[in-house]
């Protein structure tokens, strides 16, 4: 009897043994991989780093994508820049290189989706209209109606009955994002599919609105409204001479161009541009083993190299 419990208790033990070198071994795994995202969250920090150094570093009185702060950072999408035990890449890119949302016109917004094809057409019953009349159109109404403080829908526009008891923000965005809560903006829209780029590349909700010439996609700066009186024809001569003159190293040397180019061409048009830039946003991305940690930081920097991180957030 005494045998046959001892011969059971010993059982009971092996059993909690293995069970306890199970656990054991799976908390190890869990330590591992806690202690690799914290890892990783360093390197993606290390981005950051880099990304603030090389926009110090760059003191002249213009921004281009020739400029060092953007080209290094380009190449760590290629070549990862190692670090301790993990990796990170690094992108730089210049807010004003985009149209703001707050402060865009109709006009540039419509411009600018047409020329790239942006609309809600894959969606054609989604608020029980068919949205196949004018995707663009819609598009660009649909974000004014988000962003204008009125309750008032524009044709195509959408306001507060169509947002199912959500409210439109009506009012300045804060994060680009917010976008996605517009009735019809679809992620896929949002990030960009099938080869177009997404809003998250063509627009901003930072900055003062001026578009920095050489840093913006052409079809960016061709949504910036005039000039005025332009037929489509002249439209292409003046942006394919006004393009080749990029990167245009001082704002002097463009309203020299305008001047000489068209002298009837009113100074507003040319003061929607600028050639340096003061707002950026940093993504960076660290890698340990198989984790990988995100983080944005929004930066400001001033005519003197100096930097401040404003905003900042890991991506989930
Ligand atoms: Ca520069
Ligand atoms: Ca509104």
Redesign the pocket.
């Known amino acids: 009897m005494a045998l046959a419990a001892a011969v059971l208790l010993l059982a009971l033990l092996v059993g909690l043994f293995y069970s306890w070198l199970r656990t054991a071994g799976l908390q190890a795994r869990l330590d591992a991989r806690l202690d690799q995202a914290m890892q990783a969250r360093l390197t993606a920090r290390s981005g950051l780093s880099m990304a603030l150094f090389l926009l110090f570093r760059?003191?002249?009185?213009?921004?281009?994508l020739t400029?060092d702060?953007y080209r290094y950072t380009e190449m760590t999408a290629f070549t990862q820049v190692p670090v301790g035990g993990g990796s990170f890449s690094v992108r730089i890119i210049d807010e004003a290189g985009r149209l703001n949302v707050n402060t865009a016109r109709e006009e540039s917004l419509v411009y600018l989706f047409r020329r790239l094809g942006l609309g809600i057409t894959a969606t054609g019953t989604l608020l029980g209209e068919d949205l196949t009349v004018d995707g663009p159109l819609c598009l660009a109404q649909r974000i004014l109606d988000y962003v204008d403080e009125d309750d008032l829908p524009r044709p195509f526009g959408a306001e507060f009955e169509s947002y199912g008891g959500r409210r439109p923000r009506n009012g300045r965005l804060l994060d680009l994002r917010e976008l996605l809560d517009v009735p019809g903006i679809t992620p896929g829209l949002f990030e960009g599919e099938g080869g177009r780029p997404g809003l998250q590349d063509l627009l901003t909700v930072h900055g003062d609105g001026l578009v920095n010439l050489n840093t913006a996609r052409r079809e960016i700066v061709e949504a910036v409204p005039g000039p005025p009186g332009y037929d489509e024809e002249r439209r292409r001569a003046f942006f394919d001479t006004l393009l080749a003159r990029v990167p245009i190293r001082k704002v002097g040397e463009l309203r020299d161009f305008l001047v000489t180019y068209d002298p009837r061409l009113p100074r507003k048009y040319g003061e929607q541009f600028v050639v340096?830039?003061t707002c950026f946003r940093v993504e960076a991305v660290g890698r340990v083993g198989e984790v990988e940690r995100r983080l944005s930081a929004l930066v400001r920097r001033d005519r003197y190299g100096h930097c401040r991180v404003v905003r900042f957030a890991e991506v989930p």
């Open positions: 760059d003191r002249n009185d213009s921004d281009d400029e702060w340096f830039s």
